[in-house]
């Protein structure tokens, strides 16, 4: 009994007042928030990712019985054939996964958290507590998302953009019953977890910078995070009161977005709502939610490819400039969704005008990164090289935004898989090179190891490859007019000489798919196994590598350093080492840049 | 033959992750580990790159030489289908020159200036003359899409009653067309899905009482006299669809509770497209996939696919539900003559309804 009071003491004297429950659990510490933040979306991501191969399977080979269907889909696939209804919730679910659950809270959720305190020179987030109320809503609107798989009549199928009022009958689709509300529930639960989460970094940046640190001194990556956040609180929002509107037109019989409906041989009561309502408040939030992708993904990849080209990112007041003319333009330009949904053509024209307008902010960051490396002394860090890849793919994919932009061009590409090979290049493909350099930049920092630099390697040159070999093909039979979320193109003997693409794209998809059980080995056998970090691996000039590799909570042992340059003073003439750390004081005589 | 290609691919990745391996491991003979970039691992990435700049350039050409003549870029069949087709080409072409300059750019650089220990980086931190350039290029070059495109997206959208197009209404439901002619006065009479009386056979919901309507003509089948501007007023009874007509560059969602409207001005009839020499190729080429397939199936004992012959669609382009990827309806562009020989052979709406 007494030793048992001993060890008891013992324990709580080592701990201190931390318990498992407090450290790994209901954290709040920015930083075991960010792991949290990133094992969930890698979590989701794994399943989103295994969704797309299973509809890419059955477009390639359609309607063959497969084994994997029959395992994973149970009374979906009878024989193991694909089910119509089931193609369309794995696309739906799909994209909900990989635009929310990955690519905004896992990607911003893990970086902003860990990174914004870090560089700014900051001991926590401004509030823990909302901290990790948002981290666990994000889990809870997961858990909820993974729920609406299994119920009876099936998880929502009206496409990741849930358009009423496909969404809003269930006698029009199985999925708008049970499995869209739950679908709806989620996502409101995960707006109120991104709108905590972005209000609190908000503040901490604006708030909590260490001294020296003023705003031009900022990183890229916390530029890039706290526009983000930004744009979070001004789209989220409106989103949010679709789903609440819909809701009600759901439930409670209201008539937002539905009008006028014969369906199953009756009329329905609903009269003056209008689809194209719901379509404008999606959009509102729909298309800044793309810039909320890959804005951090730009600033991370900023950031990696000065420390690794060892030089100073160029225009840096440019990169500034040019993130926040996007954050703008953004928020202006989501009728470009719309062009064909029945609005007002002359909406189409100022759309048309905006959207393009969008193009110069964003040629000015692909120009300012490719000169960035100009002349430098490149570190092929894998976090480089997936740096390099994330500049391919957004310029491959941003190009092809010229013709969807234009009104008119995108009359006959509109819901094509011109589309698909578009978003998934610019913001899909292009947001998770981002996360995936963030990755192998910052793992030392996270987990105080390092990742294998060769599985790192294979991991992004295969991933390369069969990127585009997905993605690159889709554009052109877009254009041969084939539209997007068809079960099985065997309809029509049309398409039929689209048949063999199909494959090989599929077969890309495969290996590409393979290629990331290998990042899922590394990443998690690094964390017990990895070299162990040192405290600056990659020479950097930031804050968060002044920090011991050992976490603590309140980040710096001793006073918070002091900020006296900007980040980017790598081989500055004048200096024995090729970078200088923010923390290093003006040497006399030296100039700061005019930057 | 998809076990075979499962194992196939497996096969594939297998090999690639065990060279790739030996490529790597062959780096880090005689070095410790230390999991950050050496100067080999800096040359061999930066081979990479040269190698990837290559594969994305050969993807390139091997797409537009082997799917390039699938997109119908040449074969519009209206008349403002080759002004998109001619801002399509002049923007695709800009899209690739610049492309291809970018991404030699980026790969080429990140190949030259690959790091080697001793080497140091030049301090070069911004430089506004080229922040201008790179801003004034595209502004330029977008000003001139965007004021094209707009001309062409105004002469499209802006259809004029004055041209007495022929108004045809297209009538969306899960998971079939329907198509409504005004009859002899060109007008369509009324028309609500709340009037709708399947026990009288009114299935679009036309207005009995309204004396437009008498006349109208219901079909599951589009004719389009060649030449003559047409004017689809578009509606759904039940959830979006998008009538996509791929072959006119024409697309518009059917939104319940709404009309929405879009005009065309057929230029080729289906005789003709059916003659033309892409058409006979790629009809050609289909049929011969679809023979192989049919020897496939006969083999395991099913019916053969019957051959493919052209013919104008609409598509649903807007996800409706479970059988999205089946709803179509042909559409014929004919002459005036065979047009009204076949108008003249449709029921009015007054003498289908049942009474």
């Known amino acids: 009994m007494s030793a048992h009071a001993d060890t008891h003491e013992a324990h709580a004297e080592h701990h201190h007042k931390e318990t498992f429950m407090t450290k790994y659990i209901f954290s709040m510490d920015h930083k075991m928030i960010a792991k949290q933040y990133l094992i969930t979306g890698t979590l989701m991501g794994i399943i989103g990712v295994i969704m797309s191969l299973m509809f890419r399977i059955q477009i390639a080979w359609p309607e063959e019985p497969n084994v994997i269907f029959e395992a994973l889909l149970g009374k979906w696939a009878p024989g193991g054939v694909m089910d119509a209804d089931i193609y369309l919730a794995l696309v739906t679910i799909h994209g909900t996964i990989m635009v929310f659950f990955v690519l905004t809270a896992g990607l911003s959720g893990t970086f902003s958290n860990l990174l914004i305190p870090l560089q700014i020179g900051a001991r926590d987030m401004a509030s823990g507590f909302l901290n990790m109320v948002s981290y666990w809503l994000f889990f809870i609107s997961s858990v909820i998302m993974l729920i609406s798989l299994f119920v009876e009549a099936g998880p929502a199928a009206a496409g990741w953009t849930i358009y009423p009022p496909l969404s809003a009958l269930p006698m029009a689709q199985g999925g708008s019953g049970m499995g869209m509300t739950l679908w709806l529930i989620s996502m409101a639960i995960f707006i109120a977890s991104s709108l905590l989460g972005s209000l609190n970094y908000i503040v901490t940046v604006i708030n909590m910078r260490t001294k020296g640190m003023s705003m031009t001194r900022l990183p890229l990556t916390i530029w890039a995070f706290f526009v983000t956040a930004i744009i979070g609180v001004v789209s989220f929002p409106v989103l949010l009161s679709a789903a609440l509107l819909l809701i009600m037109d759901r439930s409670f019989g209201t008539s937002f977005f539905l009008s006028d409906i014969f369906i199953q041989g009756e009329v329905l009561h609903y009269q003056g709502g209008s689809p194209v309502l719901f379509e404008h408040l999606f959009w509102f939030l729909g298309h800044p939610e793309v810039y909320i992708v890959i804005l951090p993904a730009m600033g991370i990849v900023s950031e990696i490819m000065a420390a690794n080209s060892r030089k100073p990112i160029f225009g840096y007041r440019a990169m500034i400039a040019s993130i926040l003319a996007i954050a703008f333009l953004s928020t202006i330009v989501w009728g470009h969704h719309m062009f064909v949904s029945g609005m007002n053509p002359f909406l189409g024209s100022v759309f048309t005008f905006t959207t393009l307008l969008i193009a110069i902010p964003s040629a000015v960051k692909a120009f300012n990164w490719i000169t960035t490396i100009w002349k430098g002394n490149i570190q092929m860090n894998p976090a480089m090289v997936f740096s390099i890849g994330f500049v391919s793919t957004f310029i491959t994919g941003g190009l092809t935004g010229i013709i969807l932009g234009d009104s008119a061009l995108d009359i006959n590409v509109h819901d094509t898989y011109f589309v698909i090979a578009h978003f998934h290049l610019v913001m899909g493909i292009s947001a998770i090179y981002g996360m995936f350099a963030g990755i192998y930049h910052w793992y030392p920092k996270m987990f105080g190891r390092m990742m294998n630099k060769n599985l790192g390697y294979i991991h992004f040159w295969i991933t390369a490859i069969s990127a585009y070999g997905v993605f690159f093909p889709m554009h052109f039979i877009g254009m041969a007019g084939l539209p997007r979320r068809y079960y099985t193109n065997s309809t029509f003997p049309l398409f039929d000489d689209l048949a063999n693409t199909n494959v090989i794209i599929t077969v890309f998809a495969l290996i590409g798919g393979a290629a990331q059980l290998i990042y899922l080995y590394n990443f998690f056998t690094s964390m017990f196994y990895g070299k162990r970090a040192v405290k600056n691996p990659w020479k950097s000039t930031t804050l968060e590598w002044t920090t011991e590799v050992k976490h603590i909570h309140g980040n710096w042992k001793g006073d918070i350093p002091h900020v006296y340059r900007w980040p980017y003073d790598y081989s500055k003439p004048g200096h024995d080492v090729d970078f200088v750390p923010q923390n290093v004081p003006l040497k006399e005589g030296e100039e700061e840049l005019q930057h | ?355």
């Open chain 2, 1 to 355: 033959m998809t076990a075979l290609l499962t194992i196939l691919v497996l096969v594939c990745i297998a090999i690639a992750i065990w060279q790739l391996v030996k490529i790597f491991d062959l780096a880090q003979v005689g070095k410790s580990n230390d999991q950050i970039a050496t100067d080999k691992d800096n040359a061999i990435n930066g081979y990479l790159m040269m190698g990837f700049l290559a594969f994305i350039y050969i993807i390139t050409i091997w797409s537009v030489v082997e799917l390039g003549d699938l997109p119908l870029l040449s074969n519009a069949a209206s008349e403002h289908g080759a002004q998109i087709d001619n801002l399509m080409v002049i923007s695709l072409a800009v899209i690739f020159i610049v492309q291809i300059i970018t991404q030699f750019l980026l790969h080429y650089f990140a190949y030259k200036y690959k790091g080697e220990k001793g080497k140091t980086a030049l301090f070069y931190a911004d430089n506004n003359t080229l922040e201008f350039i790179w801003t004034v290029i595209p502004v330029v070059v977008l000003s001139g899409l965007i004021i094209y495109g707009l001309f062409t997206w105004n002469t499209i959208m802006n259809v004029s009653e004055d041209d007495d197009p022929i108004v045809v209404e297209l009538y969306a439901q899960q998971f079939s067309w329907k198509a409504r002619y005004g009859g002899a006065d060109n007008t369509l009479g009324k028309a609500n899905v709340r009037l709708i009386d399947i026990d009288r056979a009114n299935i679009l919901g036309v207005d009995e009482s309204d004396p437009n309507a008498q006349d109208d003509v219901i079909v599951s089948e589009v004719h389009l006299p060649v030449g003559r501007p047409v004017l689809f007023k578009i509606r759904s009874q039940d959830v979006l669809h998008s009538a996509y007509m791929p072959h006119f560059r024409a697309q518009m969602n059917c939104v319940p509770g709404m009309v929405t409207q879009f005009g065309f001005t057929p230029t080729i009839t289906t005789a003709e497209m059916r003659q033309t020499p892409d058409m006979i190729d790629k009809v050609a080429k289909i049929n011969k996939i679809r023979a192989e397939k049919s020897e496939e199936l006969i083999a395991k004992g099913e019916q053969p696919l019957e051959r493919y012959e052209f013919d104008y669609l609409i598509l649903c382009n807007k996800i409706c539900g479970k059988s999205h990827y089946n709803m179509q309806m042909n559409i014929i562009v004919e002459t005036q003559e065979e047009f009204d020989a076949w108008m003249k052979e449709q029921k009015t709406f007054k003498n289908s309804l049942i009474n």
